[in-house]
């Protein structure tokens, strides 16, 4: 397969600038899958070598073959849930693929019957992943007391990005709900720019919470950036999980919002997904 047939997935994997990015009213969908097509009576049989993957070794002879093919690290090779085809993972790029690795589906998978955004779901395992990569200790936290966090949540922000700062204008009303920010730097003009600059000024700082907080309110910082900052790792991640612009924040579970969000709408979004996953309570046992 030519190099010029991958352009459409390799795009993906590149960030792209963006301005900040206004309240995100709804919830992101995953790409709509695409049409079914009528398949012809018979097929050509597959001229591979490689035989259908069946098993872990299959599945790693299966990855072999498609990175040869498509000059493409690839991350994973696993079953699907489609019987016959598999899950094809280069970063957060998925595609579908026959179990001879002969034909490939680039698209997202979504279960008709039941709604469920299968590949979108593969993302967010992902994104958590790489979130934790980054490590706790290496985000800026504002947080409520303890015992009354409810949601932890990771933004990526950029010092001099409009709604991340009406965002952090609003931070004791976030902490106010329950709900504890952890700042990832994503500096969208990108390294060797004055905004990249900034954030290591603050990372370097002696207080980085003042000192992020008094980079938002003026977009002024004081300070040298020489010291071993995480700001170039952050970005990085940021742009390998899909932040395309700031405020970008992740979810609890994984999910992308691409804009900022009112504490109101926030809480309320994020007492939904809790609610969800814990399920309709039982029914109080009769007397």
Known sequence: MSSTKLMPV?????????????????????????????????????????????????????????????????????PSPLPGVYEVQSGLNFGYVSADGEYLIEGDLVHVSTGEAITENSRKKERLVAVAKLGASNLIEFAPPADKIKHTITVFTDVDCGYCRMLHSQIADYNARGIAIRYAFFPRTGP??????????????????????????????????????????????????????????????????????????????????????????DAAPKG
């Open 10 to 78: 390799l795009a993906l994997l590149l960030p792209s600038l963006a301005a900040c990015a206004p309240p995100y009213e709804g919830t992101p969908t995953a790409p709509a899958a695409t049409a079914a097509v009528e398949t012809p009576a018979a097929l050509p049989a597959a001229t591979s070598a490689t035989p259908p993957a069946t098993d872990a070794a299959g599945a790693e002879a299966l990855r072999v073959k498609l990175e040869k093919l498509l000059a493409v690290k690839i991350d994973r090779v696993s």
């Open 192 to 281: 060797n720019t004055e905004s990249f600059r900034k954030a290591e000024v603050v990372w370097c700082s002696a207080d980085r919470k003042t000192a992020l907080t008094n980079a938002k309110l003026s977009g002024q910082v004081n300070g040298s950036p020489n010291c071993k900052n995480p700001v170039l790792e952050q970005y990085t991640t940021g742009a390998s999980i899909g932040v395309r612009g700031t405020p970008a924040l992740v979810l609890e579970d994984g999910e992308l919002i691409p804009g900022y969000q009112p504490p109101d709408q926030l809480a309320q979004m994020l007492d939904g997904k809790a609610a969800k996953v814990a399920g309709p309570t």
